[in-house]
């Protein structure tokens, strides 16, 4: 990839005609559009009839591009097989946990895991591979899209055939599974591995630990189509390979970006759901270490299909949108679409230019988008993400555990936006990570909300303890084995066993009046909860008050080498537990010696970066209703010249500010 | 059909033995009674066994209906299949868009264009057309009762086979289709016409154009069957044939009632939603010019169910409804049903009658009426509904294309229902017309929420508007193609090329906080919406204030020959937007010179009718809050005799008078 | 079964190692557990491989259990049969009603009605019965558990072709069936009883008398496997039997309770429902007479599974619970379940125990309960439950017409929940009785909601009220026959005949604004609804104002005998109506010279108990509040000693206490 900053577009040259495309590409060099995203649902244009592969099209369009000085990324075209994949063929398609067979005529219909789609995937992508993989045009791949947007674990007979080799492969026997998965419950119990049924449709609930084992299953084999795909591409070409990725599908995300270059995803935040995509920006910087990630795909105003849409974004939010993309560490920032669709099921989303090819609604968004672009350019090309000093676990694994056994109607991804929104508005620059992400550097760490504690994490904790880290744990966190069952050792399991404090009784506190008392804060508590007895070796910092167990703690601490170990049994709601979450997060980075912080109005965000020896903050005023920040010592303005002293700075509506610090 | 003002009931003689036949008779003789509609629901009395038919019982019955002076309408039975149709037979049963196959038990469960169902149909319908066609007791023909009242879209094996043909009849060669469609989206492209699938569960949303199509395709195949029935009962009978249609069914009634004789429905208003009922008033007086519709089913109180019902009227609403219809133009109106369903699964609907032959709560109503029949048919048979000045298009298809795309989960019924109520409260009398209707006599003509509009609609109103007309085009009209596509020559398409004025953008207006300003009024904007800008030969009346595009037009008027034609791009919302419609419609009432029109309190309405050389107000209050009324001039009072000087007069409660004016 | 009182709990040693096991049951000697329940989910440990069968096990757990003096409650397992049942054989699998089979991973996922899967329950029971049904700890047996908790009718194809012959079975010919059903409506008629299909999916609704006839096939199928158990376990063993029911299941208990020993039930309270409890002590008790029954599963604190759970009780609760589940007459409390389940979907059900063997949240209050149970023990043993004076019929026949037409989306357990709670808080002591309970003792019996009342009721009603008793018939009551269809002959059928009232109409009454003026009380009345003519051997009592029927009666007094019988037609709604209620069951409990009524605040109960010459008072305060009673006479206090003078006695948060009165 070069050196770039880019700014582009999700691009379909297969649905225009050739008039179209060229006054498209002429409106791209008039907007400073540097990159298109070309490929993901055009294998019919490539392969119209099985084996009639002609990707002359494509090959001529890269070299339309190339002339024009526009780079591309090249996308494998899996998730849109033509209608011969499955015409005549119900065996091929994906059937839902309802027993629902899907058609032809959206996307995503193919079971992933079908012998005859996998072939006819290897062979269009080779031949794309063969084709394309040198072309000078080409910066990257993405491979297929957005994997699982639209379906979920898939049911069909292939999968039901998969699924007992799956099982084997883990546990080896019958009898192993059995007692792991303590089936004896119900008379569950099963005397083979193909007796083992896939979770469809039972008079009640399925057994946890089958439910959670068909997803990682079902997360394991998509994670594998990917892989074999890159394989393919590999041989042909050297451009780095991604997919186009979002948290809210059904993935594992840690395993799938082990085997790719670099991180990307699609986000559609309306103008009031910020926080939630600067979350995406904390994580997905850390999934592929000093490598830029992409935001593959947002749009310039809102979503949109038949039956809704997003509200359009207030004017000026695309492009702070885009400043915050870039200074919290993306390389690319791509717009869905260029082109509004004329046709589809898609015909309402937004886009910069519209059907008839004027301008969009977005349109003037994206123009002040491609001016900062330009302008921040050579600051962000100079600079790097500062690594931040506290760190919270992201775990697609602990997502599928809340989603086996959701308990108060719990949803991780409204569980963790939560956290890290707080972290934020307390002022802690924060890195998410994925379980088993190093932790080199950082000096606070949470993992909420991870029902089942593998020992690696454990060990990873208790070492980062000893060394003066602090380690808060849970709430929700622990609870469960790795097999989704209870320990039996005690509440917590291992931890418990080994840092020697006592879990009182593990319960439902929601609804029985339970107040917590903590760091000056009240707040009532709520979800499934471990509440603790004082012990020797522990400090209570979190009191229960009212409901059935008064007096018991809540929070508290395990002193663990030079750090702690900070437990966290039951979550507050609320302001007043918004409140007392941003009193434990700030209590704990002092503690810890978190240095790097910001004193800035909620909704007013800083970007550290890192370059040329100084410490430069973009800072950024999301919410479109202005903001302040404390400059911590007097600083250069970056984008607009001179020089800013110490103290308060206002920013105005989606105004932003590049400062590089004296100091 | 006789020169009568018809009241009457649906009657299930199959149902009850001779002897509570007979006491029924007489009761509807004391009642006024003076027809009854029978048969629909009989198939299995009249063919109990395959091919075992016999009709005597119900030539008997209409022998007595004619021995005491009551005609009937026949219903043919098709919606009722008996059991030998269906058992051990799945194939001849509908499957709704889920896959689920329907059984026995109900109605309407067989699939319409099964062949055997078909060639069944062809005989009883046959049987009796010959057997009761020219009975003397027979004024009318209803073909089946309510098509596709419980089911929508058939997706069988029959439906399945016959969807490629139908395609192919419309387009002839696939790549036509793939063209119309643009399949390319999303790899969709079809090699052949067997290959596009009914759009049965996918993964996501269908394409546009085949969710509209099938649509279309399922509703001509209704379309057929009734034209299937029509041809055969005429070659026996010379009876006037309708069907009993409701809007809420999904239907082609424009394509329907062509090949009918005269209009009927069901309505099942409460006392509180009279207002739709009245556009059905307005609609169904037009869709046979010069025939009078029939109110073929109405409660006598309330309607039920076993799972619920409707509350019943307020005592005196019955008496307004019935007046109200005769006055709008209905020649009958019939009641369902006589007598209370003593089994099955609606004995909780209210009728004339209880089970145990019993007076009903509806029944001081039905004599109210049926005393009220009597006082009006004189005046009713002597004049005819006036012509209105303003007309709106009611459109089926404008109704298929929003089930397809809803945007913001638009209601088509909804949509134009509210329009119909603010041109009511307006003071406008107003015709609803079918898209193929012709515009003679008119002054001002709207097309609301018709995504598509046909060549034949904009070369219709560009002709009226050069003649002096004045159509008002929009909201949410002319944003797709006729094969659910976006235009791609402009936002709205051809009519924007021909009248030279230019959108700004189409986008989802709602929750941006845009509001609309014109005729004085300020209101909130809603829906997928176009803006426009000011060119040299558009004039603009409404603008947008806030939002995305502050300063855009959302109300333009483009000068066109002696009229115009007025752009509505956007659609207000609430009560300040039901203020602003009426503002918009009483404006341009004034510049196209309408003069019929009413001044009278909201919940007050007046029918006009012309006959004998003078004009005729039916003055009705439906809400039963009382109201007042103008009026123009001094005229007879012809219910209750005298003379009622010009200005204000005053209804009660559910009263209602009819004034013959002077001038 | 032995003289005591039984404390218990459900256990499942099938689930722990040995050592576990001596754990428990050495905490169980601790806590005072008396008995155990075992066995309902243990099939697989049984009959591990189909044919091998091996209760060794189970034997010595029992024997273990029989050496420390804790008595057991062994279960047959046929609601969880292992895999071997139905791997490979989906035609043994529940098939639901909208045609979805179940599968292994659940519970109750085989027809019951499945030949095979009849026959293997058949040879376990019978070799359990033989292993067991001697053993010295063995108290009682229980039948399978919470029949269809989790499922309701079955459509299999095996129920399917039992189905015509059960129809065969109660109507002969399918003549018969066409005319009891009325199915010439929608030419429904059958010609075979084979044609007539099971319930599932139509367009619209089935028709009444097909529903509720497959409901009552359904019911009865269900009891004739739980005689079929009984009949097998009663060759081997004396002991008494029962089934684990519950009311809200899909069963007819009447019918099942017949053939056993002993009622019991489960029963999931929250704190604050502790009213619908206390109604299934009312109707419990008195379903087998002279018989304590038991409350075989209520948990410590909370109920639970994989996706929610009941807020825990507040502390003081259970004791409470415990308390009045003895005074009302029940012989056994016990808990499910006595260790957290490791695994599965109930992990988070409260317990005594935690998975890791240490007391839950749940675990002071059954401390409380076992000292309680002590101190009870005497006396309770020495008396019984007074019969009350007051009778209510509790009818799962009607909650099956209720369910076919549900009207206003009604509820028959909420609506006689209602109806029960505020009997007790009008003061009368109460017993639910089934239908066929014979009146000795009664002076004053309500029938609400009981759309059809069979003639043996009717009768009953008559000669009851002949002999002095008062008779309260309705609301919604009688208006339907025995084959779900409307009388003919009048609105209420044989009783308006016979006692010579009139029904002006049935109608539904809610959203019409009327109100029912009665005993000094102004109500809104709701729900379908009859209302009556005066007539002169009437007397009215309560008057409808408003709406469509103003000044009709809707409470009416016919007298009878010595008695009389009151016709209720409509259900006061509301605060209002609720105070209304109390004010009739008052009114008429005075009528009918009830003397057994208490003086005690809302939330405070009494349980009125008869031993060794004396009356004896069990109050309990349920709702936390505290409350007071008003001691008629002086008592001695049973629990602390000393004597009460006469007047009001004041209990604190969850006090009881037992007076035994003097006089």
């Known amino acids: 990839m070069k050196n770039k900053l880019y700014y582009g577009a999700a691009y379909y040259p297969e649905l225009w005609n050739s008039e179209v495309i060229e006054q498209d590409i002429q409106e791209m060099l008039r907007l400073g559009i540097n990159v298109v995203r070309i490929g993901e649902f055009a294998w019919s244009r490539m392969e119209p009839e099985m084996d009639l592969i002609d990707l002359g099209f494509f090959r001529r369009i890269l070299d339309r591009f190339h002339a024009e000085g526009i780079d591309v990324i090249f996308c494998t075209p899996t998730p849109t097989p033509p209608i011969w994949m499955t015409h005549g063929h119900p065996e091929r398609l994906h059937v839902n946990a309802e027993g629902k067979r899907m058609s032809h005529g959206s996307r995503q219909h193919c079971c992933m895991n079908h012998p005859f789609f996998r072939e006819r995937c290897?062979?269009?992508?080779?031949?794309?591979?063969?084709?394309?993989?040198?072309?000078?045009?080409?910066?990257?791949?993405?491979?297929?899209?957005?994997?699982?947007?639209?379906?979920?674990?898939?049911?069909?007979?292939?999968?039901?055939?998969?699924?007992?080799?799956?099982?084997?492969?883990?546990?080896?026997?019958?009898?192993?599974?059995?007692?792991?998965?303590?089936?004896?419950?119900?008379?569950?119990?099963?005397?083979?591995?193909?007796?083992?049924?896939?979770?469809?449709?039972?008079?009640?609930?399925?057994?946890?630990?089958?439910?959670?084992?068909?997803?990682?299953?079902?997360?394991?084999?998509?994670?594998?189509?990917?892989?074999?795909?890159?394989?393919?591409?590999?041989?042909?070409?050297?451009?780095?390979?991604?997919?186009?990725?979002?948290?809210?599908?059904?993935?594992?995300?840690?395993?799938m970006f082990k085997r790719l270059d670099f991180a990307s995803f699609d986000d559609y935040p309306d103008c009031d759901s910020y926080e939630d995509m600067l979350l995406n920006y904390d994580l997905f910087r850390n999934v592929k270490p000093g490598v830029p990630f992409w935001v593959m795909e947002t749009s310039t105003s809102h979503n949109g299909h038949l039956h809704g849409y997003m509200k359009p974004h207030r004017n000026g939010f695309l492009e702070v949108e885009a400043v915050a993309a870039y200074a919290f560490g993306a390389g690319?920032?791509?717009?869905?679409?260029?082109?509004?669709?004329?046709?589809?099921?898609?015909?309402?989303?937004?886009?910069?230019?519209?059907?008839?090819?004027?301008?969009?609604?977005?349109?003037?968004?994206?123009?002040?988008?491609?001016?900062?672009?330009?302008?921040?350019?050579?600051?962000?090309?100079?600079?790097?993400?500062?690594?931040?000093?506290?760190?919270?676990?992201?775990?697609?694994?602990?997502?599928?555990?809340?989603?086996?056994?959701?308990?108060?109607?719990?949803?991780?991804?409204?569980?963790?936006?939560?956290?890290?929104?707080?972290?934020?508005?307390?002022?802690?620059?924060?890195?998410?990570?994925?379980?088993?992400?190093?932790?080199?550097?950082?000096?606070?760490?949470?993992?909420?909300?991870?029902?089942?504690?593998?020992?690696?994490?454990?060990?990873?904790?208790?070492?980062?303890?000893?060394?003066?880290?602090?380690?808060?744990?849970?709430?929700?966190?622990?609870?469960?084995?790795?097999?989704?069952?209870?320990?039996?050792?005690?509440?917590?399991?291992?931890?418990?066993r080994i840092c020697s404090f006592h879990t009182r009784a593990v319960y439902p506190i929601s609804g029985t009046n339970a107040q917590g008392v903590a760091f000056g804060v009240r707040a009532p508590l709520g979800y499934y909860s471990a509440v603790f007895d004082e012990t020797s070796n522990t400090r209570t910092v979190g009191w229960v008050e009212g409901g059935?167990?008064?007096?018991?703690?809540?929070?508290?601490?395990?002193?663990?080498?030079?750090?702690?170990?900070?437990?966290?049994?039951?979550?507050?709601?609320?302001?007043?537990?918004?409140?007392?979450?941003?009193?434990?997060?700030?209590?704990?980075?002092?503690?810890?010696?978190?240095?790097?912080?910001?004193?800035?109005?909620?909704?007013?965000?800083?970007?550290?970066?890192?370059?040329?020896?100084?410490?430069?903050?973009?800072?950024?005023?999301?919410?479109?209703?202005?903001?302040?920040?404390?400059?911590?010592?007097?600083?250069?303005?970056?984008?607009?010249?001179?020089?800013v002293p110490a103290g308060p700075v206002r920013l105005e509506t989606y105004e932003y500010r590049v400062f590089g610090l004296h100091s």
């Open 332 to 496: 690319g920032f791509n717009h869905w679409l260029w082109r509004q669709q004329r046709s589809g099921c898609e015909m309402t989303h937004g886009s910069v230019l519209s059907a008839w090819g004027e301008p969009s609604v977005g349109y003037p968004g994206v123009q002040a988008v491609s001016k900062v672009r330009q302008a921040l350019e050579p600051l962000i090309l100079k600079s790097e993400p500062q690594q931040a000093e506290v760190a919270m676990t992201y775990s697609d694994r602990a997502r599928v555990f809340l989603s086996t056994e959701s308990l108060d109607r719990l949803n991780y991804l409204q569980l963790v936006n939560r956290w890290h929104s707080q972290l934020m508005w307390a002022g802690l620059h924060r890195d998410l990570i994925f379980e088993e992400a190093v932790l080199d550097g950082y000096k606070l760490w949470l993992t909420p909300f991870v029902p089942y504690l593998p020992q690696h994490l454990t060990e990873k904790g208790l070492a980062f303890a000893k060394q003066g880290g602090i380690w808060i744990v849970g709430p929700l966190t622990g609870y469960r084995t790795g097999e989704h069952t209870v320990p039996t050792n005690a509440a917590l399991g291992e931890l418990e």
């Open 122 to 255: 290897r062979i269009i992508v080779e031949n794309i591979a063969k084709e394309l993989g040198r072309h000078p045009a080409l910066i990257g791949w993405q491979i297929d899209n957005e994997f699982h947007c639209h379906v979920g674990e898939c049911f069909c007979d292939t999968c039901k055939s998969l699924w007992p080799y799956w099982l084997q492969g883990k546990y080896e026997t019958i009898e192993a599974l059995n007692d792991a998965w303590g089936t004896d419950v119900w008379s569950e119990r099963y005397l083979s591995f193909d007796q083992v049924p896939q979770p469809i449709p039972t008079p009640f609930y399925h057994h946890a630990s089958l439910t959670t084992a068909y997803q990682m299953f079902a997360r394991e084999k998509v994670a594998e189509f990917l892989e074999e795909q890159a394989d393919i591409i590999r041989k042909y070409s050297d451009a780095p390979i991604t997919h186009n990725t979002n948290r809210a599908f059904k993935l594992d995300n840690e395993r």
């Open 548 to 643: 059935v167990t008064p007096g018991a703690a809540f929070i508290q601490e395990v002193p663990w080498g030079a750090g702690k170990i900070v437990l966290v049994g039951s979550t507050p709601q609320g302001k007043g537990g918004d409140e007392m979450l941003r009193a434990m997060f700030c209590y704990y980075a002092d503690k810890a010696g978190v240095s790097l912080r910001f004193h800035s109005t909620q909704g007013t965000v800083v970007a550290p970066r890192v370059g040329e020896g100084r410490i430069i903050w973009v800072v950024v005023n999301m919410d479109g209703n202005g903001g302040s920040l404390e400059l911590p010592c007097p600083a250069d303005d970056l984008l607009n010249g001179g020089t």
